[in-house]
């Protein structure tokens, strides 16, 4: 089991800035890719971003490419989503998960989710 845990939404302005944390605890962190997944009100969860076992790949989705930055730290188990340029249309809850094996960037064959962490950005 991997217990994933997000930390720092919040309430930004648009054109602002904040870092989204994700702590792991449980099995080797370093054995799972990463990613970063969001859900508007009334919408389906999408992808954000994605980084590979041991940091050597990242990908973004299209609406937030150039504006966010994924990175992973293995000694603190921890992966973060550095969002700048922020925009209304960002506002949604934030969660990562965890997935061993083969890379894929696809929300059914995440293995381990977190509760995520909401933000939201006013214009």
């Known amino acids: 089991q991997v217990q994933l845990a997000e930390s720092g939404g919040g309430l930004v302005q648009a054109g602002g800035s904040l870092r989204l944390s994700c702590a792991a605890s449980?099995?080797?962190?370093?054995?799972?890719?990463m990613h970063w997944f969001r859900q508007a009100p009334g919408k389906e969860r999408e992808f954000v971003s994605a980084?590979?076992?041991?940091?050597?790949?990242?990908t973004y989705s299209d609406s937030v490419k150039g504006r966010f930055t994924i990175s992973r730290d293995d000694a603190k188990a921890t992966v973060y989503l550095q969002m700048n340029n922020l925009k209304p249309e960002d506002t949604a809850a934030y969660s990562c998960?965890?997935?061993?094996?083969?890379?894929?960037?696809?929300?059914?064959?995440?293995?381990?989710w977190g509760k995520g962490t909401l933000v939201t950005v006013s214009s």
């Open positions: 980084i590979s076992r041991y940091g050597g790949s990242t």
């Open positions: 449980g099995r080797t962190f370093s054995n799972y890719a």
């Open positions: 998960a965890a997935k061993s094996g083969l890379w894929s960037t696809w929300k059914d064959n995440m293995n381990y």
